[in-house]
Protein backbone atom coordinates (compact mmCIF):
# COMPACT_ATOMS: atom_id res chain seq x y z
CA UNK A 1 0.00 0.00 0.00
CA UNK A 2 3.03 2.50 0.66
CA UNK A 3 5.58 3.04 -1.60
CA UNK A 4 8.84 4.59 0.19
CA UNK A 5 11.80 6.67 -1.65
CA UNK A 6 13.98 4.37 0.95
CA UNK A 7 15.13 0.96 0.15
CA UNK A 8 16.16 0.55 3.77
CA UNK A 9 14.09 -1.83 6.21
CA UNK A 10 12.93 -0.10 9.17
CA UNK A 11 14.06 -2.71 12.76
CA UNK A 12 12.83 -0.48 15.33
CA UNK A 13 9.42 0.52 16.25
CA UNK A 14 7.58 2.47 19.87
CA UNK A 15 4.18 2.51 20.46
CA UNK A 16 1.76 3.43 23.26
CA UNK A 17 -1.59 2.14 24.42
CA UNK A 18 -4.23 3.26 26.15
CA UNK A 19 -7.86 2.73 27.57
CA UNK A 20 -10.46 4.11 29.09
CA UNK A 21 -14.09 3.65 30.82
CA UNK A 22 -15.69 6.92 29.21
CA UNK A 23 -18.02 8.89 31.20
CA UNK A 24 -21.38 6.62 30.69
CA UNK A 25 -20.19 3.30 30.84
CA UNK A 26 -19.65 1.02 34.02
CA UNK A 27 -17.34 -1.64 33.10
CA UNK A 28 -14.78 -1.27 30.45
CA UNK A 29 -15.32 -3.91 27.42
CA UNK A 30 -12.64 -2.04 25.22
CA UNK A 31 -9.07 -4.28 25.62
CA UNK A 32 -5.98 -3.44 23.72
CA UNK A 33 -2.84 -6.37 23.38
CA UNK A 34 0.57 -5.53 22.94
CA UNK A 35 3.43 -8.38 22.45
CA UNK A 36 6.02 -9.96 21.08
CA UNK A 37 6.76 -13.54 19.79
CA UNK A 38 9.37 -15.58 18.28
CA UNK A 39 9.43 -19.72 17.49
CA UNK A 40 9.29 -20.08 21.47
CA UNK A 41 6.79 -18.08 23.62
CA UNK A 42 4.45 -15.14 23.80
CA UNK A 43 5.83 -11.78 25.97
CA UNK A 44 3.08 -9.32 26.79
CA UNK A 45 4.82 -5.40 27.09
CA UNK A 46 3.46 -2.53 29.02
CA UNK A 47 1.66 0.64 27.74
CA UNK A 48 4.58 2.50 26.22
CA UNK A 49 8.35 1.00 24.72
CA UNK A 50 10.52 0.64 21.82
CA UNK A 51 12.07 -2.10 20.39
CA UNK A 52 13.42 -4.23 17.65
CA UNK A 53 12.31 -5.94 15.11
CA UNK A 54 15.26 -7.74 14.30
CA UNK A 55 14.86 -11.16 16.20
CA UNK A 56 11.06 -11.18 17.00
CA UNK A 57 7.36 -9.93 15.49
CA UNK A 58 4.93 -7.84 17.45
CA UNK A 59 1.13 -8.04 17.39
CA UNK A 60 -0.89 -4.74 18.66
CA UNK A 61 -4.49 -5.54 18.49
CA UNK A 62 -7.60 -3.93 19.79
CA UNK A 63 -10.85 -5.53 20.89
CA UNK A 64 -14.04 -4.12 21.66
CA UNK A 65 -16.94 -6.39 23.54
CA UNK A 66 -20.65 -6.68 23.06
CA UNK A 67 -23.34 -8.36 25.27
CA UNK A 68 -24.87 -8.70 28.09
CA UNK A 69 -24.36 -7.60 31.60
CA UNK A 70 -20.40 -8.44 31.95
CA UNK A 71 -20.46 -10.75 29.07
CA UNK A 72 -18.91 -7.90 26.53
CA UNK A 73 -16.03 -7.52 28.74
CA UNK A 74 -15.20 -11.54 28.96
CA UNK A 75 -15.37 -11.92 24.90
CA UNK A 76 -12.70 -9.46 24.08
CA UNK A 77 -10.81 -10.32 26.70
CA UNK A 78 -10.87 -14.11 25.31
CA UNK A 79 -10.34 -12.50 21.66
CA UNK A 80 -7.04 -10.98 22.48
CA UNK A 81 -6.04 -14.26 24.99
CA UNK A 82 -6.81 -16.62 22.03
CA UNK A 83 -4.01 -14.98 20.07
CA UNK A 84 -1.20 -16.11 21.69
CA UNK A 85 -2.29 -19.78 20.72
CA UNK A 86 -0.98 -19.58 16.97
CA UNK A 87 1.66 -16.75 16.70
CA UNK A 88 4.50 -18.72 17.86
CA UNK A 89 4.12 -21.75 15.70
CA UNK A 90 3.63 -19.23 12.64
CA UNK A 91 6.78 -17.35 13.33
CA UNK A 92 8.36 -21.51 13.76
CA UNK A 93 7.25 -21.53 10.40
CA UNK A 94 8.28 -18.76 8.36
CA UNK A 95 11.72 -19.39 10.05
CA UNK A 96 12.06 -22.31 8.41
CA UNK A 97 10.70 -20.94 4.72
CA UNK A 98 7.17 -22.70 4.93
CA UNK A 99 4.93 -21.65 2.69
CA UNK A 100 2.64 -20.21 5.09
CA UNK A 101 0.92 -17.41 4.20
CA UNK A 102 -0.33 -14.40 7.22
CA UNK A 103 -3.30 -14.44 6.08
CA UNK A 104 -3.98 -18.69 6.51
CA UNK A 105 -2.85 -17.89 10.35
CA UNK A 106 -4.71 -14.89 11.02
CA UNK A 107 -7.72 -16.70 8.98
CA UNK A 108 -7.19 -19.89 11.76
CA UNK A 109 -6.98 -17.32 14.58
CA UNK A 110 -10.45 -15.63 14.09
CA UNK A 111 -12.66 -18.55 13.28
CA UNK A 112 -11.36 -20.44 16.60
CA UNK A 113 -12.16 -17.02 18.21
CA UNK A 114 -14.94 -16.93 16.42
CA UNK A 115 -16.00 -20.44 17.44
CA UNK A 116 -15.43 -20.10 20.89
CA UNK A 117 -17.24 -17.34 21.38
CA UNK A 118 -20.52 -18.97 19.68
CA UNK A 119 -20.00 -22.45 21.71
CA UNK A 120 -19.72 -19.79 24.97
CA UNK A 121 -22.73 -18.22 23.79
CA UNK A 122 -24.88 -21.54 23.49
CA UNK A 123 -23.69 -23.16 26.41
CA UNK A 124 -24.12 -20.56 29.21
CA UNK A 125 -27.03 -18.32 28.96
CA UNK A 126 -25.31 -14.99 30.67
CA UNK A 127 -23.08 -15.63 27.58
CA UNK A 128 -25.44 -15.51 25.00
CA UNK A 129 -25.15 -12.89 22.06
CA UNK A 130 -21.66 -12.21 23.36
CA UNK A 131 -19.23 -10.73 20.60
CA UNK A 132 -16.17 -8.88 19.95
CA UNK A 133 -14.68 -6.84 17.24
CA UNK A 134 -10.63 -7.18 16.27
CA UNK A 135 -8.11 -4.93 14.58
CA UNK A 136 -5.19 -6.90 14.44
CA UNK A 137 -1.72 -5.83 13.30
CA UNK A 138 1.26 -8.14 13.20
CA UNK A 139 4.89 -6.34 12.48
CA UNK A 140 7.63 -7.89 10.88
CA UNK A 141 10.85 -6.38 9.31
CA UNK A 142 9.37 -4.14 6.59
CA UNK A 143 5.98 -5.07 6.94
CA UNK A 144 2.05 -4.58 9.03
CA UNK A 145 0.05 -7.28 8.19
CA UNK A 146 -3.57 -7.30 9.73
CA UNK A 147 -6.49 -8.72 10.03
CA UNK A 148 -10.11 -7.35 11.16
CA UNK A 149 -13.37 -7.37 11.64
CA UNK A 150 -16.30 -5.03 13.05
CA UNK A 151 -15.73 -1.21 13.51
CA UNK A 152 -12.31 -0.95 15.63
CA UNK A 153 -10.34 0.51 13.01
CA UNK A 154 -6.55 0.77 11.88
CA UNK A 155 -5.40 4.07 10.61
CA UNK A 156 -1.92 4.47 8.49
CA UNK A 157 -0.19 7.83 8.59
CA UNK A 158 2.43 7.48 6.35
CA UNK A 159 5.51 9.90 7.37
CA UNK A 160 4.81 12.26 4.40
CA UNK A 161 1.37 13.23 6.07
CA UNK A 162 -2.05 12.52 5.23
CA UNK A 163 -4.24 9.48 6.89
CA UNK A 164 -5.88 6.72 5.34
CA UNK A 165 -8.47 4.20 7.38
CA UNK A 166 -7.01 0.31 6.28
CA UNK A 167 -9.50 -0.93 7.28
CA UNK A 168 -13.31 -1.85 6.48
CA UNK A 169 -16.10 -0.81 8.88
CA UNK A 170 -18.77 -3.95 8.75
CA UNK A 171 -21.62 -1.85 8.81
CA UNK A 172 -24.16 -1.05 6.43
CA UNK A 173 -22.86 3.04 6.89
CA UNK A 174 -19.39 1.88 6.26
CA UNK A 175 -20.03 0.33 3.69
CA UNK A 176 -22.29 2.97 2.18
CA UNK A 177 -18.71 5.12 2.52
CA UNK A 178 -16.84 3.02 0.53
CA UNK A 179 -19.84 3.27 -2.57
CA UNK A 180 -18.97 6.86 -2.13
CA UNK A 181 -22.74 7.68 -1.05
CA UNK A 182 -22.20 8.38 2.43
CA UNK A 183 -19.28 10.62 3.77
CA UNK A 184 -17.41 10.96 7.03
CA UNK A 185 -20.00 13.68 8.55
CA UNK A 186 -23.39 12.15 7.08
CA UNK A 187 -21.92 8.23 9.02
CA UNK A 188 -21.21 10.47 12.33
CA UNK A 189 -25.00 11.46 12.07
CA UNK A 190 -26.40 8.29 11.20
CA UNK A 191 -28.66 6.63 13.99
CA UNK A 192 -27.43 2.96 12.80
CA UNK A 193 -23.88 3.90 12.43
CA UNK A 194 -22.96 1.34 14.87
CA UNK A 195 -25.02 -1.87 13.68
CA UNK A 196 -22.61 -4.17 13.03
CA UNK A 197 -22.73 -6.68 9.65
CA UNK A 198 -19.74 -8.50 11.00
CA UNK A 199 -18.82 -9.65 14.15
CA UNK A 200 -16.59 -12.90 16.22
CA UNK A 201 -19.39 -14.60 18.03
CA UNK A 202 -22.47 -12.47 18.69
CA UNK A 203 -24.63 -14.85 16.43
CA UNK A 204 -22.91 -14.06 13.58
CA UNK A 205 -22.81 -17.37 11.21
CA UNK A 206 -20.93 -16.48 8.66
CA UNK A 207 -17.02 -14.99 8.96
CA UNK A 208 -15.46 -12.81 6.01
CA UNK A 209 -12.66 -11.35 7.87
CA UNK A 210 -10.75 -8.10 6.34
CA UNK A 211 -7.44 -9.29 5.82
CA UNK A 212 -4.70 -6.90 4.06
CA UNK A 213 -0.64 -5.45 4.57
CA UNK A 214 1.06 -2.18 3.97
CA UNK A 215 4.78 -1.83 3.86
CA UNK A 216 6.56 -0.03 6.41
CA UNK A 217 9.14 2.89 6.27
CA UNK A 218 10.83 4.94 8.98
CA UNK A 219 8.31 7.49 9.82
CA UNK A 220 5.40 5.85 9.28
CA UNK A 221 2.68 6.06 12.02
CA UNK A 222 -0.07 3.68 12.70
CA UNK A 223 -3.57 3.75 15.14
CA UNK A 224 -5.42 0.97 16.48
CA UNK A 225 -9.00 2.11 17.95
CA UNK A 226 -12.32 1.37 19.15
CA UNK A 227 -15.78 3.03 18.05
CA UNK A 228 -15.02 5.06 21.13
CA UNK A 229 -12.33 7.33 19.98
CA UNK A 230 -13.92 7.54 16.25
CA UNK A 231 -16.85 8.38 17.95
CA UNK A 232 -15.38 11.47 19.77
CA UNK A 233 -12.69 12.57 17.26
CA UNK A 234 -12.71 13.35 13.15
CA UNK A 235 -9.88 11.75 11.24
CA UNK A 236 -8.15 14.65 10.53
CA UNK A 237 -8.14 15.51 14.54
CA UNK A 238 -6.77 11.98 15.01
CA UNK A 239 -3.79 12.66 12.60
CA UNK A 240 -3.12 15.81 14.53
CA UNK A 241 -2.93 14.08 17.79
CA UNK A 242 -0.77 10.90 16.26
CA UNK A 243 1.63 13.16 14.74
CA UNK A 244 2.29 15.80 18.07
CA UNK A 245 5.87 15.20 19.39
CA UNK A 246 6.07 13.76 23.35
CA UNK A 247 8.67 15.61 24.99
CA UNK A 248 10.98 12.46 26.38
CA UNK A 249 10.11 14.37 29.82
CA UNK A 250 6.45 13.99 29.48
CA UNK A 251 4.16 11.48 31.39
CA UNK A 252 1.57 11.29 28.74
CA UNK A 253 1.78 9.24 25.81
CA UNK A 254 0.32 9.93 22.12
CA UNK A 255 -2.35 7.05 22.72
CA UNK A 256 -3.09 8.81 26.22
CA UNK A 257 -3.69 11.87 24.57
CA UNK A 258 -6.03 10.62 21.52
CA UNK A 259 -7.78 8.92 23.84
CA UNK A 260 -8.73 11.67 26.91
CA UNK A 261 -9.09 13.94 23.87
CA UNK A 262 -11.89 12.19 22.41
CA UNK A 263 -13.31 11.31 25.68
CA UNK A 264 -13.05 15.00 26.47
CA UNK A 265 -15.12 15.71 23.08
CA UNK A 266 -17.60 12.84 23.38
CA UNK A 267 -17.15 9.45 26.22
CA UNK A 268 -20.20 7.77 25.59
CA UNK A 269 -18.92 4.76 25.22
CA UNK A 270 -15.24 3.13 26.30
CA UNK A 271 -12.05 4.66 24.12
CA UNK A 272 -9.25 2.83 23.36
CA UNK A 273 -6.13 3.38 21.15
CA UNK A 274 -2.73 2.05 20.14
CA UNK A 275 -0.41 3.91 18.21
CA UNK A 276 2.96 2.13 16.45
CA UNK A 277 5.42 4.34 15.20
CA UNK A 278 8.34 3.01 12.91
CA UNK A 279 12.06 4.20 13.60
Known amino acids: MSEGTSDIIPQRLR??????LGKV??????VFLALNFDAHEVRFMGKTGEASLSECDYV????DGMGGAKSGEFASRIAV???????????????QQM?????DVLMELFHRIHNDLIKMGQAYEECAGMGATLSLGWFRPGWMFFGHIGDSRIYYLPRDGGITQVTHDHTYVGWMKRQGSMN??????????????????????????????????????FVFCSDGVTDGLWDHHIEELARTA??????????QRIVEVSVEEAGNDNTTAVVVEIL
Open 25 to 30: RTNNED
Open 60 to 63: FAVS
Open 184 to 221: ERQIRMHPQRNVLTQALGAGHQFLNPHFGAVSCHAGDR
Open 15 to 20: WSGMTH
Open 81 to 95: EKITRLLPRSFRYSA
Open 99 to 103: DVGFS
Open 246 to 255: IGADAHDSIA
